[in-house]
């Protein structure tokens, strides 16, 4: 890695496009542009019946359109930032949150985090990746207007202008030009034929950034000890540029690496059951589109994917049917950073239920042909009209147990809840898991009622990290104001001690909902060792959580409850509140305990993605008393009498 210091200045003056033509047996730069267009590629980029599209999805196609005029004038809104202008000449290197900003410089020697200044390297990543883009490259194809070619080319053109090859931050995350990778992928293959894309010196000048962007992936690839999604995403991102530039220079190895790699990985990151282990569903997401696109690549190039392969991606499609709301939105378990691989659909951010669809289609899997993949137009941008006929009705979901990701679902047709009983994540390390045994969410009468206040934001505050991921910021009760795991010191953003071991003591399904406990050993360690075991019932809409809490002497304990933002509590009298919803429906929640609890109404935050935080209200319950004690919450639809 290190001699790219020296050799990253002159590598882009020797791998040119004719180089790279020449390398692949071709006289210019031009055969070598054709051949590559000739090439499949796992997602529509050409031929799309833009007729037949609008008719079929009218709102994704006003989407579309609108996301790419934005994009035309380089409007965006990312990770927070609000809806901003880039101008006409982008500083790819700016957090346009705080206007913080990275100098130019050998990427492993930038400094990313920048520890208490309030700056976040997602912002100028996240632009980098040219995600917000892709809307463009559909307009073209939906439209045949080259206004959208000739703006992703000067778009492009700018991005290698400013970003050379390892010289700045980047480059200072292999998982950055990883992604862009895929980007860039797709959109030679929309453009490949626009006339505002046959300048020879513009074809001479992406296809050699972009093989430059496989050398770079393969040579500074993140392996550790125990890898998560960013070795996932160096190893897809080997396998798209090895196919993309198949039989040339480094290509083949690049995808033979690759692909070994995300064998190996899905092995060891995918539960048996399909939860991802890094025990968050948003990152449940991006790794399963990680797993999933090189290997649709693969099979569009006629070379086969194993059965276990396969089967571990089944798995993870079935279980973000699971726990996907009957409204398609997800829970908010562990971190969330909005990442996604190849965004094509116009879904809300938080929806899934295509990750079920896109696999079902892709490994002929009936039990998924038969769960709800909402609106469809991800999986059409993906896989073409074929996959919407293949799709079954919907076949009603029932309250599930992943045993060993540790998540257990009790849903019926109008209420779902969301239970963590698992390890802390990544493998005992923490990675993007919280401090959330027995933390669990709650969706009733098809609307969002306690809910996970999320992560909100990663290097850009130290303190806001570490606060969102603590055990106080989750439904979950905490014991003399310890941690049920420690967080290893303050600035270590992505470990802890894994000291609760959460177990299952007991699930049951039933038509109307079902029944878990569990408990968990996070308060062991302490001079006098507690244990907390919950209980969680769910029949219809009505939810009840009894806490046990045993062990020796007096505790100070708390129970809190977060509300969804536009939840409206209440007190009616004592031990009794009033829960109003935003679809109007009202519930009475009551507390009882032997012991005598003080509750308190408080105004809290709710991030319901990366970077933005709503306010909301919780209920805490808290008491000093000797053990053991007994808790119960009971939360059951109001009638008119009770308002």
């Known amino acids: 890695m290190e001699t790219d210091r020296f050799l990253a200045p002159i590598v882009p003056r020797w791998m040119t496009g004719r180089k790279l033509a020449a390398m692949a047996g071709l006289q210019s730069v031009d055969a070598l542009w054709l051949d590559l267009a000739k090439r499949p590629y796992p997602a529509v980029t050409q031929g799309l019946d833009a007729v037949k599209f609008s008719e079929r999805f009218p709102d994704a196609r006003r989407a579309i359109l609108a996301a790419a005029d934005r994009a035309m004038v380089h409007r965006v809104d990312l990770l927070g930032t609000g809806p901003i202008d880039l101008g006409e000449t982008i500083d790819w290197l700016c957090d346009f949150k705080t206007g913080d900003h990275w100098g130019p410089g050998f990427c492993r020697s930038i400094d990313y985090l920048n520890k208490g200044r309030p700056s976040d390297v997602k912002v100028p990543w996240e632009i980098s990746r040219l995600q917000w883009i892709l809307p463009a490259g559909q307009a073209f194809l939906l439209t045949a207007d080259e206004r959208y070619a000739v ?71 993140e392996r550790s000890t125990i890898n998560g999604n960013h070795l996932t995403a160096d190893a897809a991102g080997l396998v798209f540029a090895g196919l993309f530039f198949q039989g040339i220079g480094a290509a083949d190895r690049w995808h033979s690496e690759g692909w070994k790699s995300l064998g190996e990985e899905i092995a060891l990151q995918v539960h048996p059951d399909g939860v991802d282990f890094e025990a968050s569903s948003a990152y449940h997401r991006l790794v399963a589109e990680l797993f999933l696109l090189p290997a649709r690549y693969r099979l569009t190039r006629g070379l086969q994917v194993s059965g276990s392969y396969s089967a571990k991606l089944q798995a993870m499609g079935r279980f973000s049917a699971a726990y996907s709301r009957p409204d398609g939105s997800s829970p908010n378990w562990g971190d969330a950073d909005d990442a996604r691989a190849l965004p094509l659909g116009t879904q809300p951010l938080g929806d899934h239920r295509y990750l079920a669809g ?81 933390s ?27 606060a969102f991921r603590s055990t106080d910021k989750h439904n979950t009760p905490m014991i003399d104001g310890n941690e049920i795991n420690r967080f290893v010191a303050p600035d270590n953003l992505w470990n802890l001690h894994e000291d609760a071991r959460a177990t299952l003591v007991e699930f049951e399904s039933t038509p109307k909902g079902g029944r878990f406990v569990g408990c968990h050993s996070g308060y062991q360690r302490l001079a006098n060792p507690v244990v907390v075991t919950r209980e969680i019932s769910l029949k219809d809409a009505s939810l009840s959580i009894v806490d046990l809490i045993t062990g020796v002497g007096r505790h100070q304990i708390s129970v809190p409850l977060h509300f969804a933002p536009d939840v409206n509590i209440r007190m009616q009298y004592d031990g009794t509140w009033l829960l109003a919803t935003e679809n109007g429906k009202t519930y009475r929640l009551s507390f009882t305990s032997e012991a005598a609890f003080e509750a308190s109404i408080e105004d809290v935050r709710v991030s319901p993605s990366y970077g933005v935080a709503l306010p909301a209200k919780r209920l805490v319950w808290r008491t000093i008393a000797s053990l053991p004690l007994r808790v119960e919450i009971s939360i059951i639809p109001s009638t008119a009498a009770d308002v």
Request: hydrophobic share 40%; proline share 4%.
């Open 358 to 438: 896109l696999i079902a289609v892709t490994f002929n899997d009936t039990s998924l042909m038969g769960t709800s993949w909402g609106a469809g137009d991800e999986i059409v941008w993906h896989h073409g009209w074929d996959s919407l006929s293949r799709k079954l009705p919907d076949e009603p979901l029932r309250s599930s147990a992943f045993n060993d990701g540790g998540v257990y679902i009790l849903r019926n047709d109008h209420s779902h809840v969301f239970i963590d009983c698992g390890p802390i994540g990544l493998a005992g390390l923490g990675g993007h898991g919280h401090n959330d045994a027995l």
């Open 151 to 221: 703006a992703v080319r000067d778009v492009l053109d700018q991005w290698i202008t400013a970003n050379p090859f390892a010289w700045t931050v980047n480059w200072s995350c292999t998982m950055e030009p990883a992604l862009r990778i895929l980007s860039w992928t797709w959109l030679f293959h929309v453009f490949a034929r626009s006339e505002s894309w046959a300048d020879p010196a513009f074809r001479s000048r992406f296809l050699s950034t972009l093989y430059l962007h496989g050398l770079f992936t393969e040579k500074h690839i």
């Open 440 to 466: 669990f969410e709650a969706w009733l009468g098809n609307s969002p009622l306690i809910v996970d206040p999320g992560s909100f934001v990663y290097t850009a505050s130290f303190e806001e990290r570490n």
